[in-house]
């Protein structure tokens, strides 16, 4: 599985992002997709998910201003990032998480950089 994460930037507080994430490969297998971020200095931590079924979750401090959907027909998840703040700040990654018989697997797109300035 490959994963190819785009839409980061530099945007004002207040202002919104949209990161896509495509995934290419052997993608049959995935169940779950999503985005974690990692400032300097820290750990990553989950962001959004979503699941094959379409069940999402969010980390407590993105609820109500981030949005995680997928489109099937593109193999492609996003992420609609409103109302950024300076803390949003990070490297986001996308990952898919892919269900084999012999377990689960986790893979990692390269990272877009998202800096909102105060």
């Known amino acids: 599985v490959q994963l190819q994460a785009s839409g980061g930037g530099l945007v004002q507080a207040g202002g919104s992002l949209t990161l896509s994430c495509v995934a290419s490969g052997n993608i049959d297998s995935i169940i779950r997709m999503g985005w974690y971020r990692q400032a300097p200095g820290k750990q990553r931590d989950l962001v959004a998910a979503?699941?094959?079924?379409?069940?999402?979750s969010y980390a407590d401090s993105v609820k109500g201003r981030f949005t995680i959907s997928r489109d099937d027909a593109k193999n492609t998840v996003y992420l609609q990032m409103n109302s950024l703040k300076p803390e949003d700040t990070a490297v986001y990654y996308c990952?898919?998480?892919?269900?084999?018989?012999?377990?689960?697997?986790?893979?990692w797109g390269q990272g877009t950089e998202v800096t909102v300035s105060s």
């Open positions: 979503i699941t094959t079924g379409g069940s999402t």
């Open positions: 990952h898919a998480g892919r269900a084999t018989r012999w377990g689960t697997y986790d893979y």
